[in-house]
């Protein structure tokens, strides 16, 4: 079974989401939108190839899964109408000017600063 990695990211007011090597792309308000929408463009993508009488790509022959990808500038904007940028810092350890400069793009967190984040919020999911 292949997995299709969905890349997803921050647009302004909403998210936009491809899958490499695919002419596949969505634009939605949020993930679940997101999620529906490019499950759609792949059927859709498929149904075009069987009309046109041209082979899809080998990576939605047969069986497959998505896999959506989100960076840190995508989280930490998508998720900002859920926690400030201070209640971020103040899970993750991470100062919170250095989050502001995660969430305009101006610096991408390394590994370990990823790291954090994820155990801060796996925390903050785990006491909810």
């Known amino acids: ?15 936009s989401a491809y899958i490499n090597d695919l002419p596949i792309v969505s634009v939605g308000k949020t993930l679940s939108d ?6 759609q ?9 069987a009309e046109l009488g041209v ?3 080998s990576l939605v022959k047969g069986e497959y ?6 960076d840190a500038t995508t989280f930490i904007n998508y998720y900002s109408s859920i926690f400030t940028k201070a209640a971020l810092s ?3 350890g991470i100062n919170e000017r250095q989050l502001w400069h995660y969430a305009a793009g101006l610096h991408k967190p390394r590994k370990k600063q990823l790291e954090r ?9 785990e006491e909810l």
């Open 90 to 92: 103040r899970i993750t």
């Open 34 to 39: 997101i999620k529906r929408d490019i499950t």
């Open 117 to 125: 984040i994820q155990r801060g919020v796996q925390t903050l999911t």
């Open 1 to 15: 079974m292949n997995t299709l990695q969905v890349i997803v990211e921050y647009a302004g007011d909403n998210l």
């Open 41 to 49: 463009a792949i059927q859709t993508y498929k149904e075009s190839c």
């Open 65 to 70: 899964e998505l896999s959506f990808v989100i």
């Open 55 to 57: 082979e899809p790509s």
